[in-house]
């Protein structure tokens, strides 16, 4: 075992990361990633080249800022149209702090919101915030999405709702995150 940044965290070794080949510190949550990875790709059928992981995003409350980690976006015709965050634990605990990062990814509304723990999951709809589907085998594939593409709306994402938004994921991901976690930096 190695030293860890993040004692909460158990670092087995190292890992290579299914999308860029990187070589990664092997944990319990990275496996869960890897595993989610694998499935966008094996299962969902889109291709690596259209996922984008470990994306950081800045978010602001007034003067505060810092900056946090999206587990996954994934592309399809030069627009995200899924968002997707793991976090260990309960996911209706996480579930409006990851639509308000759906509404500042991008100046769109992201249409496709996903938290997971890596063992089940929640699909949101992004523009009603309404849970539309539950669990991993759910979660959305290339087939559906070119089916469904034109129905996504894309929606410009207001000031005011982005200010909101933004401060949402303030606080539930810097102000409510461990004082240890390393996928947190406040600027």
């Given at each position: 075992m190695e030293t860890q940044s993040n004692p909460h965290h158990l670092i087995l070794g190292k890992l290579n990361d299914f999308l860029t080949g990187a070589v990664l510190a092997d944990t319990l949550d990275e496996r869960y990633r890897q595993k989610i990875a694998k499935h966008l790709v094996s299962v969902c059928g889109f291709e690596k080249k259209d996922i984008q992981s470990n994306v950081n995003l800045e978010v602001a409350a007034g003067e505060k800022k810092a900056s946090v980690k999206i587990d996954f976006l994934v592309r399809h015709k030069k627009k995200i149209i899924a968002l997707i965050k793991f976090a260990p634990g309960?996911?209706?605990?996480?579930?409006?702090?990851?639509?308000?990062?759906?509404?500042?990814?991008?100046?769109?509304?992201?249409?496709?919101?996903?938290?997971?723990?890596?063992?089940?999951?929640?699909?949101?709809?992004?523009?009603?915030?309404?849970?539309?589907?539950?669990?991993?085998?759910?979660?959305?594939?290339?087939?559906?999405?070119?089916?469904?593409?034109?129905?996504?709306?894309f929606e410009p994402v207001k000031t005011v709702r982005f200010d909101q938004a933004s401060r949402i994921a303030y606080a539930c991901e810097v102000d409510g995150a461990c004082p240890c976690d390393s996928d947190v930096c406040i600027l």
């Open positions: 309960s996911l209706v605990t996480r579930r409006l702090s990851t639509l308000a990062l759906s509404r500042i990814i991008k100046p769109y509304q992201v249409p496709i919101v996903v938290i997971t723990n890596g063992e089940d999951a929640e699909i949101i709809d992004g523009n009603s915030g309404k849970v539309v589907a539950t669990g991993l085998k759910n979660l959305p594939d290339k087939n559906a999405v070119e089916k469904n593409m034109s129905s996504f709306l």
